[in-house]
C-alpha cells in the first residue's frame, strides 16, 4: 500500500508556480521523500528526493515539514510540458534491494495556457 | 542525470510465444534494478527486484517461472515473458538504482508489450 496521499489532479496556469502537495504521516525516520514524474506512456522522471531539509535543483524545489509528516513540490515557472502524473513517494535509503518505490495514484497535473 | 535504456520500446507478438525485454543502465553501474507493470490508467506496480548475480525477488502474485529475469552484469538486466498471453499485454519498465550515495532509481523509458 502507498503510504502517501495526493490530490487526485491540479492544474496551473502556465508560467505560474505550481504547488504539489503530499501528505505522508506514517514516515519513519529513515525514508526519504522521493518524486517522480510520468508523461504519458513513458517512464517515470526523477525530479528531487529530500529527508528532512528542503531542497532545490533545476527541476523543482522540495519543502518538507519540520514533522515531516508532510511535503510540497514547487515548480516554480510550469511550463506545458510539464503536465505529467506527479507521484510522491517514501522510501528507505541506502543502496540495498530494499530500496524499492511504491507508486500510489499520484496527481495528475494539467498546466494550462 | 543517469540514463536507462529499454529495447525494444514496443513489441507484438503472438500468443504462446516469449518476448525478451534488455534494460541498461548506460553510465553508471547498478547493483540492483527493478522491473514494473504499468496496465492502462493504473499506476506502476513493481514486479520483481533484481540483484546482479543472484536471483530475482518477485512480488507476491508475480509468477517467476513465467517471468525469468536475469542480471548478469552491473548494466544489463533482461526480463523475460514466457508463454505470453493477451493478459500480459501492459507497459513494463524498468529501474537502476544508482549508488554512490545518491541512492535514486532512474527509470527506462518503458516497452509497450502486445500479445495477440
Known amino acids: 500500500d502507498a503510504k502517501t496521499t495526493q490530490p487526485t489532479s491540479m492544474d496551473c496556469a502556465e508560467g505560474r508556480a505550481a504547488n504539489l502537495p503530499c501528505n505522508h504521516s506514517?514516515?519513519?525516520?529513515?525514508?526519504?521523500v522521493y518524486w517522480y514524474r510520468q508523461i504519458h506512456s513513458q517512464g517515470p522522471q526523477y525530479i528531487i528526493h529530500?529527508?528532512?531539509n528542503n531542497e532545490t535543483n533545476e527541476m523543482a524545489s522540495l519543502i518538507i515539514t519540520e514533522d515531516r509528516k508532510s511535503s510540497t513540490l514547487i515548480l516554480p515557472h510550469a511550463t506545458l510540458r510539464d503536465t505529467a502524473v506527479y507521484y510522491c513517494?517514501?522510501?528507505?535509503?541506502?543502496?540495498?534491494?530494499?530500496?524499492?518505490?511504491?507508486f500510489g495514484g499520484g496527481t495528475r497535473l494539467m498546466v494550462k495556457p | 542525470g543517469a540514463v536507462v535504456s529499454q529495447h525494444p520500446s514496443w513489441v507484438i507478438c503472438k500468443s504462446g510465444t516469449s518476448v525478451k525485454i534488455e534494460c541498461r543502465s548506460l553510465?553508471?553501474?547498478?547493483?540492483?534494478m527493478f522491473w514494473y507493470r504499468q496496465f492502462p490508467k493504473q499506476s506502476l506496480m513493481l514486479m520483481a527486484t533484481?540483484?546482479?548475480?543472484?536471483?530475482?525477488?518477485?512480488e507476491q502474485g508475480v509468477e517467476k517461472d513465467k517471468f525469468l529475469i536475469n542480471h548478469a552484469s552491473l548494466t544489463l538486466s533482461t526480463l523475460t515473458v514466457t508463454s505470453a498471453h493477451p493478459e500480459d499485454s501492459s507497459f513494463y519498465i524498468c529501474?537502476?538504482?544508482?549508488?554512490?550515495?545518491?541512492?535514486?532509481?532512474?527509470f527506462g523509458p518503458g516497452t509497450r508489450l502486445t500479445v495477440l
Open positions: 506514517t514516515i519513519s525516520g529513515n525514508e526519504y
Open positions: 529501474s537502476a538504482l544508482s549508488g554512490g550515495g545518491t541512492d535514486t532509481q532512474y
Open positions: 533484481s540483484n546482479e548475480g543472484s536471483k530475482a525477488t518477485y
Open positions: 529530500g529527508l528532512k
Open positions: 553510465d553508471f553501474q547498478a547493483t540492483t
Open positions: 513517494i517514501v522510501s528507505p535509503g541506502g543502496n540495498n534491494a530494499g530500496n524499492m518505490l511504491t
